[in-house]
């Protein structure tokens, strides 16, 4: 197949904060975001250890756009605040985790230019990008 034949590979994202003494309310009230979820540090797991707290904002787009769609779409609303963020993701583990389709000869890979990398490491964000099989799609 050709690759002007390809389609953008499936894919979402999201940011989150964790850490166990991380406060998520003070991440909502100083970078003035709302979360689309959080919990703190009383929640347990199913063998009743301790989850570390968790704050996380998600990508709005539908899984039709491209991963870097996605990213930018965080990016710019975190990107006014990163001054305040900067607080958190230098003292709690601060990261957009992606997922896309894995590449065949269908789906186009996924590239992500160096404006969008710059920012990410000037904010103190990592990246992991967790891949899935078609017939699996979130």
Do not use: C
């Not at 166990?20 to 979360?35: A, D, F, S």
């Not at 601060?94 to 896309?100: E, G, N, Q």
């Amino acid at each position: 197949m050709e690759s002007g034949t390809q389609r953008e590979a499936k894919s979402w994202a999201m940011f989150a904060i964790t850490g166990p003494r991380l406060r998520p309310l003070e991440v909502t009230e100083k970078l003035g975001i709302q979360p689309d979820y959080y919990h703190g540090a009383d929640v347990k797991d199913i063998e009743n250890m301790t989850i570390p707290s968790h704050w996380q904002l998600n990508s709005k787009l539908g899984p039709e756009f491209p991963l870097l769609d996605h990213i930018w779409d965080l990016l710019k609303t975190l990107a006014p605040v990163r001054k305040s963020l900067k607080e958190f993701t230098e003292n709690y583990e601060s990261t957009i985790y992606a997922s896309v389709e894995f590449a065949s000869e269908f789906t186009k890979g996924v590239v992500l230019d160096k404006r969008t990398m710059l920012l990410l490491g000037e904010m103190g964000v990592n990246l992991e990008i967790i891949p899935w099989a078609l017939s699996e799609t979130p």
